[in-house]
C-alpha cells in the first residue's frame, strides 16, 4: 500500500477511484467497497463472509 498522497484536482475526472471501510448496521459489522466516483456503484457483505486479507493472498 503507498503512503502517497494525490490532490483531487489532479486526477481525471473518469478514473476510479475504490474504498473499503467497516461499518455496523443493525448491530452486524459490514464490509464496504465502493467507486466513489460513480453514484451507487458500491457492495457490501457481512465481515463474516468477507475473506481476510491473509486468505485472499
Do not use: F, Y
Not at 473518469?14 to 448491530?27: I, S
Request: without cysteine; hydrophobic residues 40%.
Amino acid at each position: 500500500m503507498s503512503a502517497e498522497t494525490e490532490s483531487v484536482e489532479s486526477r481525471p475526472v473518469d478514473t476510479p477511484q475504490v474504498v473499503a471501510a467497516v461499518d455496523e448496521t443493525d448491530g452486524q459489522r459490514r464490509l464496504v467497497v465502493a467507486d466513489v466516483t460513480t453514484d451507487e456503484a458500491w457492495l457490501s457483505v457481512p465481515t463474516s463472509a468477507a475473506a481476510s486479507l491473509s486468505e485472499w493472498r
